[in-house]
Nanobody, 117 residues
Framework: QVQLVESGGGMVQTGGSLRLSCVCS????????ANWYRQAPGKQREWVSS???????NYLDSVKGRFTISRNNAENTVYLEMNSLKPEDTAVYYC???????????WGQGTQVTVSS
């Protein structure tokens, strides 16, 4: 069983920055992909960013140029650096990992990010 623990959320003003962390109980390098998702109140959960085992990263269009995903294999941790935050980034952010392509994956408990205008 893989466990994920997110941290780093909080409340910031528009234009501020936060760095989210996701610590994985298993080798993060062994995972096919690590993802960040978010869910705003009253909305469906949406994918935000992913990093493949190869290191290739992908982003939701609305966060490109502002968010950066990275991985520290030695610490089994995935990060999401968020800059130039906007009120529409307010959501609970979840970490997800998939052991292989098509895996149902594992989820963390989420961390709240609130951006005030």
């Amino acid at each position: 069983q893989v466990q994920l623990v997110e941290s780093g959320g909080g409340m910031v003003q528009t234009g501020g920055s936060l760095r989210l962390s996701c610590v994985c109980s298993a080798s993060i390098y062994s995972m096919y992909v690590a993802n960040w998702y978010r869910q705003a109140p009253g909305k469906q959960r949406e994918w935000v960013s992913s990093i493949l085992r190869s290191g290739r990263a992908n982003y939701l269009d609305s966060v490109k140029g502002r968010f950066t995903i990275s991985r520290n294999n030695a610490e089994n941790t995935v990060y999401l650096e968020m800059n130039s935050l906007k009120p529409e980034d307010t959501a609970v952010y979840y970490c997800n990992v998939e052991r292989f392509n098509g895996d149902a994956g594992y989820w963390g408990q989420g961390t709240q990010v609130t951006v005030s205008s």
